[in-house]
């Protein structure tokens, strides 16, 4: 009947209305330490060094610098590659850039590792989190929230002492990083620590703040410029949330 439709109408009217009212805004949460001549670098690895090449005006008024730079592979905010303990496997400048870049989760290990600081993470972990928030979805990054970024500029505090073969820092297990690449077949592990070792591969490393990030409902980059042949690069780490907000015009009634 036309009151029907007119009924319909009405409510698809204001349906409609309400879906108008939803903006979407981005916001990018930066998880990377900045990298320096004071940055952590793994073990002996040079730290990172600048120098200008030429500094002054090139005509006058016109003012010109250019410099280079060098630095370690493994050291502060950086991305492993294959390569690194894989023979043959591929290099930083080899992985392609959709394997850089993917749909991110949020573990809060934090607790955990407050409690003992050589905390592995476990699978038990994992499905725990997945019972709270869903299924890890396949191809992802998984981000694992240690609280430790914090102590990052403090070398003794971030590593547990001066001695490489006794470090001492919160990581994942062996048994769940596989379990991980086994069974959600992830891009990206990464970690707000040293490395996410026993298992390294495509481990993203020393992130800061993972806090920040949401349990799910973020894309994580990680993009390193594609030096040849290296086995590892900084990256800048970050990540992108979609938030959505609804505007209410006053006097709507919804």
């Known amino acids: 009947s036309y009151s029907d439709f007119s009924t319909k109408m009405s409510r698809l009217l204001m349906i409609l209305s309400v879906l108008m009212a939803v903006t979407w805004s981005t916001r990018i949460i930066d998880l990377s330490h900045k990298h320096g001549p004071e940055t952590l670098m793994f073990a002996d690895f040079p730290n990172f ?5 030429f500094k002054g005006d090139i005509f006058p008024g016109v003012f010109f ?17 294959p390569v690194q303990i894989v023979k043959g496997g591929r290099s930083i400048s080899d992985i392609p850039l959709e394997d ?7 573990i809060d290990c934090s607790q955990e590792a407050a409690r003992d600081r050589g905390f592995l993470v476990p699978v038990q972990k994992i499905l725990d989190w997945e ?44 048994e769940a990083a596989d379990w991980l690449y086994t069974n959600r077949h992830i891009k990206m592990l990464g970690t707000d620590t040293y490395t996410p070792d026993p298992l ?3 481990g993203v490393k020393n992130l800061k703040g993972p806090e920040r990030l949401p349990h799910t409902g973020f894309i994580f980059h990680a993009s390193p410029v ?13 990540a992108v949330i979609e938030e959505a907000s609804t505007t209410t015009k006053p006097g709507s009634g919804y």
């Open 65 to 81: 610098t250019y410099g280079k730079y060098s630095s370690g592979e493994h050291g502060g905010t950086h991305m492993d590659a």
């Open 226 to 238: 594609k030096y040849v042949g290296n086995t590892a690069a900084q990256v800048r780490a970050y």
């Open 131 to 174: 019972k709270a928030y869903g299924r890890i979805p396949n191809q992802a990054a998984v981000i694992m929230n240690f609280g430790w970024s914090s102590k990052f500029n403090n070398r003794t505090l971030y590593l547990g002492n001066d001695d490489i073969y006794s470090y001492v820092f919160p990581a994942v297990s062996a």
């Open 100 to 106: 850089r870049i993917a749909v991110g989760v949020q």
């Open 200 to 202: 390294s591969v495509n």
């Open 49 to 53: 060094r600048r120098s200008d090449i």
